[in-house]
């Protein structure tokens, strides 16, 4: 049996990476206080400032969400039902059960009042892939919500930004290297951008959810199966098996190299969207281009249905 | 003992006693890729911790992604 290093008490959690012994107690107040410690390092936010986190009913966004409230941040949740069958049917409950149970506000809105259905079947219809339509469609709904915060914040963790440092390296992404970081500063509207658990390990996340009595959804979304994230993450959890440290060196490493990429980035132009007003590369934002050709196939769905009927 | 692999939606018997670690070698587990909670005392458990094998074992993956 191991002892807690701090207070001596049984340990409870085993940090390998750290080999670090840690009590229930000493586990939760180290977790907070170097969340705490990531914030102040990339000036993240003031306890003054309106933050808005995006919520799935996963473990990191509910914990994140439960974290900056106990530290003092005023936050609000942001959840989108994506309206993908049973796993958005029980995220949604998860994310009603927290907000009830910490009396934390959190907004919901709805894909399928958007758009008439949901994510699978708009990614069917457009014949696209499903992780990107959803991905624009989020990240589209969750800034315009953000209009009247100060920060928006999202719980990606070690493993998910080291998987994407992963994938954008191998692939030579100098754009997306150029924009990965724990805060991007308000920009063209947008509004300043963090991730408070960057540093932290999915498996700290997770056990932070766990010991703080977070009821999460553990269940993957359907169209995650086969990801490539999740395929980089094994490939790294398989390196960092075997050298201690890997993770948090590759991520850290890069954000002291990332000023390499930054000056490369092309600096594109962004303009206002014609129909909706939000920054965007072309003239019309790539969230009304889907609302766009839905309303176009579904125009010429009724036709063909009318034309056969007759 | 009763061992649920909730990810997995798979639900066992295996013998004990044994520690965490041996669980996990033996359904192919990494110590940090999932969670090992004593469903009746609501404790996780580390991989030195011994299991007599009248438990009932959760064990929750932390992988997500998408």
């Known amino acids: 049996m191991k002892k807690c290093r701090i207070c001596g008490k049984p340990a409870e959690v085993f940090l390998i990476s750290r080999n670090l012994a840690l009590c229930r107690r000493d586990f939760v107040e180290n977790f907070e206080k170097r969340v705490e410690k990531t914030i102040n390092k990339f000036r993240m936010a003031d306890r003054g400032e309106k933050i808005l986190v995006a919520v799935s009913g996963g473990k990191d966004s509910l914990a994140l969400l439960h974290v900056l409230k106990k530290l003092g941040y005023r936050v609000t949740g942001y959840h989108i039902n994506l309206g993908i069958g049973q796993y958005s049917h029980e995220s949604l409950k998860k994310v009603l059960d927290f907000q009830k149970k910490e009396g934390i506000e959190i907004i919901i809105e709805n894909v399928k009042e958007e758009f008439g259905m949901g994510i699978g079947e708009i990614s069917k219809l457009l014949r696209q892939p499903t992780c990107s339509i959803c991905g624009t469609i989020k990240r589209y709904m969750f800034n315009r919500t953000a209009g009247s915060f100060d920060v928006i914040a999202t719980g990606h963790n070690l493993d998910d930004e080291a998987a994407t440092l992963m994938g954008n390296v191998l692939n030579w992404q100098i754009e997306y290297l150029a924009r990965q970081y724990p805060v991007l500063e308000s920009k063209n509207n947008l509004k300043k951008k963090i991730k408070p658990f960057v540093f932290m390990s999915e498996y700290e996340t997770a056990t932070y959810a766990f010991l703080e009595d977070i009821d999460y959804i553990v269940e993957e979304c359907p169209y995650a199966t086969g990801a490539k994230s999740i395929f980089y993450k094994g490939i790294l959890n398989r390196v960092e098996d075997r050298m201690r440290g890997t993770k948090i060196h590759f991520l850290s490493g890069f954000f002291k190299q990332r000023g390499r990429f930054v000056s490369q980035e092309k600096r594109t132009e962004l303009k206002p969207c014609i129909k909706c007003g939000y920054m965007t590369t072309s003239n019309i934002c790539q969230f009304c281009r889907i609302k766009e050709k839905i309303n176009n196939k579904k125009g010429g769905n009724h036709e063909r249905n009318f034309l056969q009927n007759q | ?66």
């Open chain 2, 1 to 66: 003992m009763k061992v649920i692999v909730k990810h997995e939606k798979k639900e066992f018997e295996m013998h004990g006693p044994k520690t965490v670690m041996e669980l996990l070698k033996e359904l192919n587990f990494k110590i940090e890729e999932v969670l090992v909670i004593d469903r009746n005392s609501g404790k996780l458990l580390p991989y030195w911790e011994k299991l007599s094998g009248t438990e009932t074992i959760e064990i929750r993956k932390v992988i997500s992604g998408g």
